[in-house]
Nanobody
Framework: QVQLVESGGGLVQAGGSLRLSCAAS????????LGWFRQAPGKEREFVAS????????NYADSVKGRFTISRDNAKNTVYLQVNSLKPEDTAVYYC?????????????????WGQGTQVTVSS
């Protein structure tokens, strides 16, 4: 199985940017489709973005389209989430997740492997 560790979260003012990283160890990284999810206090975990094994296709939640960008570097076993034009409603714990396979999935239950999360707080 694969182990995932997120980093890069923090406190930022509205309109600011962050780059979240998720480093993977264990099995062959390029075999895994990857996703980013987030969970705000009192809310369910929700899909943010996903990327195929090769990185040639991506998918985004409507709420982040045009502001967030997911990418991966298979040589570094790392997936990134560039988050721009942040809004207070983006405040959440951000998780990366992995699953074997080539199709893009947006549901929490489709991903068996999860990191511990990184906190993003956006002040107004």
């Amino acid at each position: 199985q694969v182990q995932l560790v997120e980093s890069g979260g923090g406190l930022v003012q509205a309109g600011g940017s962050l780059r979240l990283s998720c480093a993977a160890s264990g099995r062959t990284f390029s075999n895994y489709q990857l996703g980013w999810f987030r969970q705000a206090p009192g809310k369910e975990r929700e899909f943010v973005a996903s990327i195929t094994r090769s990185g040639d296709s991506t998918n985004y939640a409507d709420s982040v389209k045009g502001r967030f960008t997911i990418s991966r570097d298979n040589a570094k076993n790392t997936v990134y989430l560039q988050v721009n034009s942040l809004k207070p409603e983006d405040t959440a714990v951000y998780y990366c997740a992995a699953r074997l396979g080539s199709l893009l999935y947006t549901t929490v239950n489709a991903y068996p492997y999860w990191g511990q999360g990184t906190q993003v707080t956006v002040s107004s």
